[in-house]
């Protein structure tokens, strides 16, 4: 399964989304950012690759629709509701897309 997490910078919750999920056995896990100064700014080959997209906040779904919305198609886009309140690795923001995140996934 095929997991992209997006936010807005990729500096401190997508890529602590992709630190901790890599972990996961049958996982490929991607991140990227939606805006212009992001650390890796999303791109439709990634948006593509992805099984499942998880955003942050409902701002960057509706940033995902404008910008990418031809290859949105059949795709399954969850809001995780994570404001940018922390910092990377912190054991809150893990403890928080664990638990969002692990149910969506069935096996875990």
């Not at 997508?14 to 890599?22: G, H, K, N, R």
């Not at 972990?23 to 080959?45: F, K, M, W």
């Not at 948006?47 to 990418?68: N, P, Y």
């Amino acid at each position: 399964m095929k997991l992209l997490f997006i936010c807005s910078r990729n500096r401190l919750r997508s890529p602590t989304a992709e630190a901790i999920f890599s972990e996961y056995e049958g996982l490929e896990v991607d991140s990227a950012g939606l805006d212009r100064d992001a650390e890796i700014l999303l791109s439709s080959e990634a948006v593509a690759w992805a099984d499942i997209i998880f955003v942050m906040e409902k701002t960057h779904r509706s940033k995902l629709a404008q910008k990418f919305r031809p290859w949105l198609k059949n795709k399954r886009v969850i809001c995780l509701d994570i404001p940018d309140e922390y910092e990377y690795m912190d054991p809150v923001l893990i403890a928080l897309l664990k638990k969002k995140v692990l149910p969506l996934l069935g096996t875990y």
